[in-house]
């Protein structure tokens, strides 16, 4: 019995030797190819692929576009400021307000509404007045940094001390989570354009 449990341990030895021993070939015939892989010189190749100056080409592809090219030239705010001097001074500020909100690099859902001297969003503390009327542009979502405003002053109104008391006062990170990359101040006719907001819109 003893004998024959000592052969049972012995082939069972002899077994797992040879299964170790399979497994110790198979590594060195395993480590081969991953040293083939570093000698097969397709690293090169693929520093050849620097030849993808395609890819700097497609840069320029859009650039050619253009309203690509306008769109990285020209930021947000400059593109809403060019729209608002290009209106029509008369125009009453809620519908300036209106026609801004709906330019096309607005990429968000949003809205006009008309707004009384006092405390106004992006301003702290600070009380907007001396304007007769004004209105409010900006997303009906609070996440964006951007809210713009178009004010209209009386007649012989300092519009110079009224652009002065917006920009010491506006708080570009009045959202707290996040800032705007710009503010605008800029007067066409009785009419105060005032606008924090990034760059650009992400879609």
Same mark, same amino acid.
């Given at each position: ?6 052969? @049972? ?61 306008? @769109?990285? %030239? ?13 209106? *029509? ?20 859902? %949003? ?16 009380? @907007?007045?001396? $304007? *007769?009327?004004?209105?409010? $542009? %900006? ?8 809210? %713009? ?18 920009? *010491? ?15 605008? @101040? ?6 105060? $354009? ?10």
């Amino acid at each position: 019995m003893k004998k024959l449990v000592l052969t @049972v341990l012995a082939l069972t030895l002899a077994f797992s030797m040879t299964a170790c021993g399979n497994k110790e070939e198979q590594a060195p015939e395993a480590t081969p190819n991953p040293t083939e892989a570093p000698v097969a010189t397709e690293a090169p190749e693929a520093t050849e692929v620097p030849e993808v100056t395609e890819a700097p080409e497609a840069t320029d592809a859009p650039q050619e576009d253009g309203n690509q090219g306008e @769109v990285s %030239g020209e930021s947000l705010g400059q593109t809403l400021l060019a729209e608002f001097m290009a209106m *029509d001074a008369s125009t009453d500020a809620y519908t300036m307000a209106e026609t801004l909100i709906t330019n096309e690099k607005i990429l968000f859902m %949003g809205g006009a509404m008309e707004v009384e001297p006092g405390l106004l969003s992006g301003f702290d503390n600070y009380e @907007v007045t001396g $304007f *007769d009327k004004g209105a409010m $542009f %900006g997303p009906m979502m609070g996440s964006i940094a951007f809210v %713009g405003y178009i004010f209209e002053l009386p007649e012989g109104a300092d519009a110079d001390a009224f652009m002065t008391g917006l920009k *010491d006062n506006a708080n570009p990170r009045w959202q707290i989570c996040v800032a705007a990359d710009e503010t605008i @101040v800029e007067a066409n006719g009785n009419k105060v $354009f005032f606008l924090m907001s990034p760059l650009t819109l992400e879609q």
